[in-house]
């Protein structure tokens, strides 16, 4: 049966990145199925809320959902597609190949994947007044004050729990393991802040050392997140895969992103035990929306990484190394490249280049 994919474009200039993956990839001839859930804005325009039930439904038919960068009305839907859909494992490739963008004076073998936690730490939005924290009594041991007596001012609750934190280090184990096989040196980095924080990013940094013992073709190393992002700067090579809690990998993969290019090449995907969601790292870019110009590949990326989850190994490979290809070539780029050329320009490029 032919494979079913939920679209879902996002807003600004998110839609023309969006628009051209989804066309070079139909074009490959793969007997994709494509399908458009009213979500956002054009379903507001038709009376209906952001996220319609039929939308949901839409997502839950389909075999994986390809969404674009979003910052207004289709958040909703981005938050079933994490949330709801239990997606705990952000995969986040950072791949330096030639004529991409660098600032590094030489990115050869700059090669490594941050798989982030997705679901838990600050992102649990469990936020709110200092006043509330009164009934619990809290006594700082730093500042040796209650918490609610601190001054105006807010909190965040910070969740770390013992299952998220080993489904998604197994996870990454298990990533390290499948790239070892492939050729990577099968190198598993856990990073957290559990010096300062022993309760919390202590038991992600337990968890992790607990498992490395059923994987011990794996080399292990733990790093204290500031340290990591110290070597991370100085010698991405020497990193494989690195596994961190959500807000550190938010945070340090969209800056492991720069060390080859920038956002506009930084693809994601999202895992859950039944279901995945593809999309591009980077913004809407409303400053160039309508313009033609925004960069495709972090979604063309992002489509790679979705026809292999979808049994399409080959086919993600192929659109890779085309990609790869025009960057090469250095003929036809995006502004945030150095070229000029458009959108459908550089899709079309990359399509001539598959083979």
């Known amino acids: 049966m032919a494979k079913r994919i939920a679209v879902i474009p996002g807003e600004d200039a998110a839609p023309e990145a969006m628009g051209a993956a989804v066309e070079l990839i139909d074009r490959m001839g793969l007997g994709l199925e494509w399908t458009y859930p009213l979500v956002g804005e054009p379903a507001r325009a038709k009376g209906l809320g952001p996220f319609p039930a039929e939308a949901k439904a839409e997502i839950d038919a389909a075999d994986a959902t390809f969404f674009g960068a979003t910052s207004g009305a289709s958040t909703r839907a981005l938050f079933y597609l994490r949330w709801g859909k239990q997606t705990y494992a952000n995969v986040r490739p950072t791949r330096w190949s030639p004529g991409f963008a660098t600032p590094l004076k030489d990115p050869t073998g700059v090669d490594f994947v941050i798989v982030r936690e997705n679901l838990e730490d600050s992102y649990v939005f469990l936020e709110g007044e200092l006043t509330d924290l009164e009934p619990l009594d809290l006594t700082s041991p730093t500042v040796r004050a209650k918490a609610h007596e601190l001054g105006p001012g807010r909190y965040a609750l910070k969740v770390i729990t013992e299952a998220g934190s080993e489904r998604v280090i197994r996870f990454a184990f298990e990533l390290a393991r499948r790239r070892k096989a492939a050729g990577h040196p099968g190198r598993l980095t856990a990073s957290a802040k559990w010096n300062m924080l022993p309760k919390t990013d202590g038991l992600f940094i337990e968890a992790a050392r607990r498992l490395a013992g059923d994987y011990p073709d794996i080399e292990f190393e733990t790093l204290i997140v500031d340290d990591f992002a110290h070597r991370l700067v100085l010698r991405p ?47 809407t870019a409303p400053d160039i929306a309508g313009q033609g110009i925004i960069n495709p590949t972090a979604s063309l990326l992002a489509g790679a990484m979705m026809l292999e989850h979808l049994g399409l190994a080959n086919a993600g490979a192929r659109l890779r190394r085309a990609i790869e290809r025009v960057y090469a070539e250095g003929r036809v780029l995006t502004p945030d490249q150095g070229g000029s050329a458009s959108t459908r320009a550089f899709a079309d490029a990359v399509f001539s280049a598959l083979a």
């Open 237 to 283: 090579q020497r990193f494989d895969v690195i596994v961190l809690p959500n807000l550190y990998g938010d945070i340090l993969s969209d800056a492991a992103a720069g060390l080859a290019g920038g956002l506009g090449l930084a693809a994601s995907g999202c895992y859950g035990e039944k279901y995945a969601y593809f999309e591009s790292a980077h913004g």
